[in-house]
């Protein structure tokens, strides 16, 4: 078959693109850097949010399948989905599972979502990334062709993408690693969630990718096993300190930092609930039998960043913050920039 993957050089497309490639099919790529083609895996450089270079690569040939992992907004989408639909035997749409209201019961792919169910007009106002998944399936659902699949991972993490709670790598990991304390919130800590390896999702989808059977369908791929935040914390700091030879500190505060700065939405309408999946609808379609278990999966995606770490930009304003609640300080000779320095200090020292 020959695939188009848009964007799939992140936690999940890298282990999919590898395994399309491995049972024999011709795979081709959008990325914003340029890459090395090699075997059955071609690099187009450009940037999928760009509708004329879309349109262009799509017409390049009839796909098979086309796997969609870009992030949009709901009217950029409503620009391109019938072009998406019109050009490829299969398309395949990276949704989330964060769609999902709050449930008392595992959530299955009929459960209610917050779109149908909040009445928070302040957020419904907004194209906050659950919202926005949801209005998207809402459009391929409702489109004349029923060629597509949709998918829903939760949380998902590997060797490069390790979460605790709404926080990415820059945000716990980089201020674990240099000694200073994890600030993390005392609510987040007492809830269930599910963490699932990216090439388990990936490979699940790969046993979607040309199968009839899901067509006009909808997947939840995520582990069913659920474990409290806290636990996630353990398993983290147990594998830190063993590596680094001293204990990690946490600061534990009884507000979330994070509801009041920059994520509030994530926090309030995900976080704070139970999250607990029933996958048995994809583990009948698939060949693939299992997934790796939380901790087994952590402790090896993070032991092997700790020998070759690589973090992107940190958020130097939220680090004086948090250095203010722990009675830290970041020496200024590690914040590049002095913009940097200035956001840090002024959080650090001004509550600003």
């Known amino acids: 078959m020959k695939i188009l993957v848009l964007g799939g050089t992140g936690a999940m497309g890298v282990h999919l693109v590898n395994m399309l490639a491995e049972r024999g099919d011709e795979v081709f ?11 059955n895996i071609s690099y187009i450089q450009g940037n999928a949010h760009n509708l004329d270079f879309l349109k262009d690569i799509l017409h390049l040939q009839k796909w098979d399948a086309v796997v969609d992992f870009m992030v949009y907004s709901t009217a950029e989408f409503a620009e391109r989905v019938n072009v998406l639909l019109s050009s490829t035997k299969q398309y395949i749409f ?9 449930s008392k019961s595992p959530i299955v792919e009929d459960s209610l979502r917050l779109l149908d169910t909040v009445d928070d007009e302040a957020y419904l106002s907004t194209d906050e990334y659950a919202l926005a ?39 716990w990991l980089y201020r674990a690693m240099r000694g ?20 388990d999702v990936a490979e699940y989808m790969v046993g979607l990718v040309g199968r009839d059977a899901a067509l006009a369908q909808t997947f939840n791929i995520t582990d069913a096993r659920a474990v409290k935040w806290s636990d996630v914390l353990e398993v983290y700091a147990s594998v830190l300190s063993e590596i680094m030879g001293r204990q ?53 995606c993070l032991q092997h960043f700790v020998k070759q770490p690589r973090f992107g930009a940190i958020h130097w304003a939220m680090e004086g913050r948090k250095d203010r609640i722990a009675g830290e300080f970041t020496p200024l000779c590690e914040i590049k920039g002095v913009k940097n320095k200035v956001k840090y200090l002024a959080s650090r020292f001004l509550n600003l």
Do not use: C
């Open 29 to 39: 790529v959008t990325s914003r850097s340029h890459r090395l083609s090699s075997g």
């Open 133 to 171: 998944k949801a209005r998207q399936e809402n459009m391929l659902q409702n489109a004349e062709r029923n060629n597509w699949t949709i998918v829903r991972p939760y949380i998902t993490y590997d060797d490069y993408r390790l979460q605790l709670g709404v926080m990415e790598k820059e945000m």
């Open 94 to 102: 990276l949704s989330s599972a964060r769609v999902f209201a709050d």
């Open 180 to 199: 200073r304390s994890i600030v993390v919130a005392k609510e987040l800590l007492s809830h269930y969630t599910t963490l699932t390896y990216g090439r």
């Open 248 to 300: 990690v500190k946490v600061r534990v505060i009884d507000n979330s930092l994070y509801a009041k700065y920059g994520a509030r939405y994530q926090v309030l309408y995900d976080r704070y609930y139970d999250r607990v999946f029933d996958n048995s609808k994809i583990r009948g379609i698939s060949p693939k039998q299992s997934f790796v278990a939380y901790n087994e999966g952590l402790k090896k």
